[in-house]
């Protein structure tokens, strides 16, 4: 089995989408992460959701956790508001998770030991044009559980 045949079609966000929207995404769709696109439509960054909650908490809760406790529903509530007029962009780290990227003739152990390797929840299937044609086109999206549903024969 190739990578081809285990990618899957898997939500995108663009860097100028709105944050508060990519997190509606991640909790609807409950992913581990969108793959976020660059201009060129190539894979640019991995968003992890932990990222986007990281950026709800406030830092000096952060910094000391049992400040958590104190602080009351009302204002828990309105955390989100954090993420409100932001753009994906101003979401990613510093240090952008680049997203893990497969060739579509990646053998499942290549694709299994890219995502060890990166600690990436997801790999990214990426045709690559040639120089005449140009470009790249994602294929699909293979998730760590989805890839674990394959190794492990679950129906």
């Known amino acids: 089995m190739r990578a081809r045949d285990l990618a899957v079609e898997y939500p995108s966000v663009s860097l100028d989408s709105d944050a508060l929207d990519a997190a509606r ?3 609807e769709q ?3 992460g969108v793959l976020v696109m660059g201009d060129d439509g190539e894979p640019y960054a991995l968003l992890p959701a932990s990222r986007l909650v990281k950026l709800l908490v406030p830092g000096y809760v ?3 956790p049992t400040l958590a406790a104190v602080v009351d529903e009302p204002h828990a509530d309105r955390m989100c508001e954090a993420l409100a007029g932001r753009r994906v962009a101003d979401c990613l780290a510093k240090e952008r ?3 893990s990227v497969a060739d579509p003739d990646d053998t499942v152990l290549e694709v299994a030991a890219l995502m060890a ?3 990436s929840p997801l790999v990214a ?3 690559r044009g040639s120089r005449k044609r140009g470009g790249s086109r994602l294929l699909g999206v293979i ?3 989805h890839l674990l549903e394959r190794l492990l024969g679950v129906t």
């Open 97 to 99: 998770q680049k997203p």
């Open 62 to 64: 952060i910094e000391d």
């Open 125 to 127: 299937v990426v045709e």
């Open 25 to 27: 995404l991640l909790a």
């Open 117 to 119: 390797r990166d600690r």
């Open 143 to 145: 998730t760590a559980a």
């Open 30 to 32: 409950r992913l581990p």
